[in-house]
């Protein structure tokens, strides 16, 4: 029942993908943990330079003989005036204030060029070093950079918010589509249609794809066990991927007092911001979305934004302080166990089995 033609093309035992959660969560371990358990592995390496990508991939290599895949972050063309550079460098003083931090030098900031060059960087590393699987968010590549890939025998995921987005990831070649609900923590994938009208829940979307394309539908937000992993097939998902549930891990690479902060936390707890970034993403409220809120629909957008706060951020990691870090996280919080991936990816299926036993 586990088995189709999503375990067949990624090579794994059960369809379940663990979500590419950028921003050093997904750790070595934790990706050869969950290739080694049946699972599939996934280095979320949007913010990653190719040489920390090429290093990451080849420790992988050596914890694992199994499939496991990288994701990257679809570069969109950005601009950005000056004044609004420089009202949201001051929104932000205060803060920076509180964290002794200084003024954030301009030259910092990143340009459209910049950001393309470096996506082609990461292609040439994922093509060189053999990467089995490799996804997308925020949007489809080049049809160039697809055909190449494809030469290389690169199984491709594409991630959609609705009906249109997964049509145009089937129609560009991609093998497989990741359909990310509402529920989702962390970035919303859309890419055609605005933030408000990709707020489809998960299973509204899914089925809804699945009678609109004919390549393997991934399930993707808010699901932690066994009961969302069927809910989903019985959809017609074909399989999985899951972020908050690996993200309080023992192998994760985020910070405690993220994985604290979800662990304590109640399903009402998460909201949306794009405070952090520029681009909306789920995340538990805490002070710094609270005191950007005002300011929200005037900030610059993703990755500008996400540059100006990033020192922020880590300020705060640093010091333990949750008022200004950005804690990602699914609408299913108080599913979220602090456990190894084995014991997670043991009970996912052991629950599947009980339930179709049960019926």
Known sequence: MLKNEMTELLQIDYPIIQAPMAGGVTTSKLVAEVSNSGGLGTIGAGYMTPTQMREQIREIKQLTTNHFGINLFVPNEFTVT???????????QPIREQLNLPQKDSSEIPNSKNVFETFNEQIKVVIEEKVPICSFTFGIPPKELIAALKQHNIILIGTATTVREAVEIEKSGMDLVVVQGSESGGHRGNFINGFQESLIGLMSLIPQVVDHVSIPVIAAGGIMDGRGLMASICLGAKGVQMGTAFLTCIESGAHQVHKDAILNANEDKTVLTRAFSGKWARGIENKFILDMQKYETSLPGFPVQNTLTQDIRKA??????KDFMSLWSGQSPRLAKKQTVEILIKNIISDTFKITKDK
């Open 82 to 92: 000056e004044d609004k550079m420089n009202s949201a460098k001051q929104q932000l």
């Open 316 to 321: 705060a990691t640093s010091e333990n302080n």
